[in-house]
Every structure is written in C-alpha cells, then in structure tokens.
C-alpha cells in the first residue's frame, strides 16, 4: 500500500464548478498535510496547509482533513481554466520530522 | 518569501559526463532535499541534509551523491551520466516540515 495515495485523473469539470480532489495516507499518526499545484513543466506550489481535523478555508480553496478516516481533501470552489494543474498531495508521518511524502498527484482539466 | 534557486533550467549532458547541480536558498533554512520527477512515478527523494555536511540517503540514492559545504547550498551530483538519469530534478528547503517546503524552479536534464 502506498503511503499517500490520489487517484492520478483526469478529472474533468466544467468552469465554475466545484472541484474535488482526494488524497488517502496510510499512517494514522501523520502530522500535517499539505496541497501543492503544480503546472505543466513547473516546480509545485503550496497553495494549502492543515493541521487539524476540519475545514480550512483560503479564497477559493477549502482544505478538509478527517484523521480518524485517514484522508485528506481539496475542494475548489468557481473552478477557473487556470485551476488546470496537477494537484500533489504531501503528508508528514510520524517520526519524519522534516520529511514530507508525496503522492503521485491527480491532474485537474477546467473545461470551457 | 523563501527563494529556492536551481543554477540551470535545461542541461544536456553526454552519457558517463560527471555532472553538478547546484541549489541556493535565501532564507536560512536548515532543511534541503533534492527530488526527481519522472511521468507516472511522481515525485521521488533522492537525498537530503539537515544541517551542514549531514546527508541522508533517500528513496533512491544509488547513482547520486550530494554536498552541502555550506547551509545555504545543497549540490547534487551525479558521478557518471546515464541515460536513466534524463529527468526532472527539482531542489526543496524548509525550516520544519509541518511548514512545507519551497521548491526550486527545477531543472530538466537530458543524458544523452
């Protein structure tokens, strides 16, 4: 089983709808969790950070987290074709202070 | 904000050339990583240093080797090119992982 794992897409949706991203981790004792973007031939990008259970919103953005289901999501709300990225989800576990562990990132097309 | 610098964008190297990449960040961080990125198999440790002259192997080291002389600066070094190693590299600071990192702009290597 991988540690983080996100179903690698397409998703699809069209401009101005929600979009809704999912990321699993298997370590119950994981940490802090993160959002990155990453645009075609870019680095990634931090656009999300949570810590605890809950929502966090930031603009259009709203970050989800549910540790005792173990996942981690990403909504985006009036999805814009800029929002077309990959969407990389990185985890810290428990014992990894300074080491974050990604997945495999789930690419999103905003469709016209 | 945090910068991350990568000294080349694209580099073209010939198969068993020793090649350098060298990556600086501004912000005193103590945490360094270098990264590869390959289509399909997402983002992949490579190395990485939490503190000057320390170095830990990541996922997959064999091929590699780093040196960090300097807090600011971590290289990346590959002994002796080989087409295998045609990717995206990319370099990453923190100071804690429970603040994600910054990366670099990467850089694309073509072994040919």
């Known amino acids: 089983q991988k540690e983080v794992e996100q179903n690698s897409g397409p998703l699809s949706v069209p401009e101005g709808a929600i979009a809704s991203l999912n990321c699993t981790y298997s370590d119950r004792g994981s940490q802090s969790f993160f959002w990155y973007r990453q645009y075609s031939g870019k680095s990634p990008e931090l656009i999300m950070s949570?810590?605890?259970?809950g929502d966090k919103e930031d603009g259009r953005f709203t970050a989800q987290l549910n540790k005792a289901s173990q996942y981690v999501s990403l909504l985006i709300r009036d999805s814009q074709p800029s929002d077309s990225a990959t969407y990389l989800c990185?985890?810290?576990?428990?014992?990894?202070?300074?080491?974050?562990?990604f997945g495999t990132g789930t690419r999103l097309q905003v469709t016209l | 904000d945090v910068k991350v610098t990568q000294s080349s964008r694209y580099l073209v190297k010939r198969t068993g050339e020793k090649v350098f990449l060298e990556c600086v960040q501004d912000?005193?961080?103590?945490?360094m990583f270098w990264y590869r990125q390959d289509p399909g198999l997402g983002l992949r440790l490579i190395y990485f240093s939490y503190d000057v002259k320390m170095k830990e192997k990541g996922d997959i080291p064999e091929g590699y080797s780093v040196s960090r002389e300097k807090k600011e600066r971590f290289s990346l070094i590959l002994e002796s090119a080989s087409t295998n190693q045609t990717s995206m590299y990319l370099c990453?600071?923190?100071?804690?992982?429970?603040?994600?990192?910054?990366f670099g702009s990467g850089t694309r290597l073509t072994v040919v």
């Open positions: 990185a985890v810290v576990g428990p014992g990894t202070a300074s080491k974050l562990t």
């Open positions: 949570i810590y605890s259970n």
């Open positions: 912000m005193d961080h103590e945490n």
């Open positions: 990453a600071s923190s100071l804690t992982a429970g603040r994600g990192y910054t």
